[in-house]
């Protein structure tokens, strides 16, 4: 699928990677999609976006606040809220985490190989960028598929930003809807507007 990205499309793939590092998380999700994607405001469908007043600032910062609320996140409410039922707090562990070994210490990427002893794994330095590929999550597999679909569907020989976006619109998972609920996105409606003026640049 990634040979008919086009060249702005496989950036904002590498630079979700990017982005990802920078926030120290280990893995890249629709968010991370969505931060790339605004590095690139006149590109077409982010231009969009930014006629809205969705920049890259305001991005980062609804991404960090959801990844915040709750401190479980990413796990999901659903999963923090049965784990409570367990009596295990989330936040607490967290806490108690930063408390004994530093801030962020449960957001630093493993090492590989190496980094094994003694049954516990080191982590690397905090926005070390580490060497390690960090892996796609499943959300966001999903909406670069979808963006395959957009492509298709619309008759265009090659995936760009447009399609890209156009596929994190589609994305119904809790953590997506959460960032553009903070960025006050209704998908919906700004995927007709994206498609909107995309006919209009035509």
């Known amino acids: ?24 998380h280990r893995w890249i999700g629709t968010e991370h999609v969505l931060l790339a994607l605004l590095t690139t405001p006149d590109a077409p469908g982010v231009a969009t976006l930014t006629r809205l007043g969705v920049t890259q600032e305001r991005g980062r910062e609804a991404v960090v606040a959801v990844a915040v609320a709750g401190d479980g996140a990413a796990l999901g409410e659903e ?18 985490a ?3 070994f530093g801030e962020g210490a449960l957001d630093a990427p493993l090492e590989s190989g190496r980094g094994k002893r003694f049954g516990v794994f080191r982590r690397g330095k905090q926005g070390d960028g580490g060497p390690g590929h960090l892996p796609f999550a499943p959300r966001a597999k999903k909406a670069l598929e979808l963006s395959l ?4 569907a619309r008759k265009d020989h ?14 119904d998972d ?29």
């Open 1 to 24: 699928m990634f040979e008919r990205f086009t060249t702005d499309a496989r950036d904002v793939v590498i630079g979700a990677q990017q982005e990802a590092r920078e926030l120290r």
């Open 98 to 100: 930063e408390e004994t």
């Open 149 to 152: 679909r957009e492509a298709l």
């Open 174 to 202: 809790q953590q997506t809807l959460a960032v553009f609920d903070r960025l006050g996105i209704q998908p919906r409606a700004v995927r007709e507007q994206v498609l909107t003026d995309l006919r209009d640049a035509a």
């Open 79 to 96: 999963d923090t809220e049965a784990l409570k039922a367990f009596g295990i707090d989330l936040g607490e562990v967290r806490r108690r």
């Open 158 to 171: 090659s995936i760009g930003t447009q399609h890209i976006l156009l596929g994190l619109l589609r994305s």
